[in-house]
Each structure stands twice: as C-alpha cells, then as structure tokens.
C-alpha cells in the first residue's frame, strides 16, 4: 500500500510562488497515475493537476493552466507542484493522491486510491 506525505505548504501574498512536494513511500513510476487536487472550505474537492499511467498524458485544470506545473522525480518517489503567480482563489488544503488504474478519463477524487494527509496554501491579497 502507497503511503503519501505532502509538504511545502504555507502563507504567500498573491503573485508570489510554492513548490509542493509528495513523498511516496514505495517506487513510483508510469505503472501509476499520480496527481494533486484541492479542497477549499465548503467546497467539493477538486482536481489540480496529474499524470495518467503510462505518463504520457497530463491534466491541467483550466484555472491553473500556465500557472502551475506538476513533474515526478522517480528516483526520489517525489511528485511535485510548482504554483507560480498563486491567486486568493488557490487557497486550499493540497491533497496528493496515487492509483494504478486512472489510464484515461476526467481526473476525479473518487478514482483515486491512496491519499496524503494535505497541506494547506493560504495566498493573501
């Protein structure tokens, strides 16, 4: 069983920048899809950004495009989130998320198996 740790959360004014990071406690590599979503209060949870298994496919939500950038450092079991030019509507806890089995399809919480605990992104105005 995949456990995750996420890190690299905090407080940052608006236009400023975060690197998330996501510890995989086993190897992972294309057998796996691997993404980050988000949940803010009082909101359903939502997909951020993911690799399909097999990595050949990416998904960006439409309000994060350009913005942020996910990428995956195999031999250090790390997935990673650069947010850039982070908006007060980012606010959020950042949860990552595994499964073996998303090969295509909308990116959605309930497809995915294994879950990290969260970090929380707080952008000030």
């Known amino acids: 069983q995949v456990q995750l740790v996420e890190s690299g959360g905090g407080s940052v004014q608006a236009g400023g920048s975060l690197r998330l990071s996501c510890a995989a406690s086993e190897y992972i590599d294309s057998s796996y899809s691997m993404g980050w979503f988000r949940q803010a209060p009082g909101k359903e949870r939502e997909a951020v950004a993911a690799f399909y298994v097999g990595g050949g496919s990416t998904y960006y939500a439409d309000s994060v495009k350009g913005r942020f950038t996910i990428s995956q450092d195999n031999a250090k079991n790390t997935l990673y989130l650069q947010m850039n030019r982070l908006k007060p509507e980012d606010t959020a806890m950042y949860y990552c998320?595994?499964?073996?089995?998303?090969?295509?399809?909308?990116?959605?919480?309930?497809?995915?198996?294994?879950w990290g605990q969260g970090t929380q992104v707080t952008v000030s105005s």
């Open positions: 998320a595994a499964d073996e089995a998303v090969v295509a399809g909308p990116i959605k919480s309930n497809r995915f198996h294994y």
